[in-house]
């Protein structure tokens, strides 16, 4: 189970760190990822980051402003984001799987936090 929180009202230029905290398996056999979803479009990868983090992979538009991690001890990840506009605001998921963009490699969704990004 993938617990997701961290996501709130933010004005453009703001920061705000996203958590997954994970349940009832073992964390560091996945790796893991966020995706997000605005309204009315389909799911994207953000970022995932490989079972003991030596490989990380971004969305263009957002390399250089989020930083993807994990604390395999905590069985926890985050996203740090830095620098947001207003086209990154959406529902933001974490999942757990195998590593990859593609949202068919990940098994386990978390319920996803509302990241808002006012002008």
């Known amino acids: 189970q993938l617990q997701a929180s961290g996501g709130g009202l933010v004005h453009s230029g703001g920061s705000l760190r996203l958590s997954c905290v994970a349940s009832?398996?073992?964390?560091?056999?996945?790796?893991m990822a966020w995706f997000r979803q605005a309204p009315g479009k389909e799911r994207e990868f953000v970022a995932s980051?490989?079972?003991?983090?030596?490989?990380?992979d971004y969305l263009d538009s957002v390399k250089g402003r989020f930083t993807i991690s994990r604390t395999n001890a905590m069985n926890t990840m985050y996203l740090q984001m830095n620098n947001l506009k207003p086209e990154d605001t959406a529902v933001y998921y974490c999942a757990a799987g195998s590593n990859g963009i593609l949202t068919g490699l990940y098994d386990y969704w978390g319920q996803g936090t509302l990241v808002t990004v006012s002008s």
């Open positions: 009832g398996g073992a964390f560091d056999s996945y790796a």
């Open positions: 980051i490989s079972r003991y983090s030596g490989d990380l």
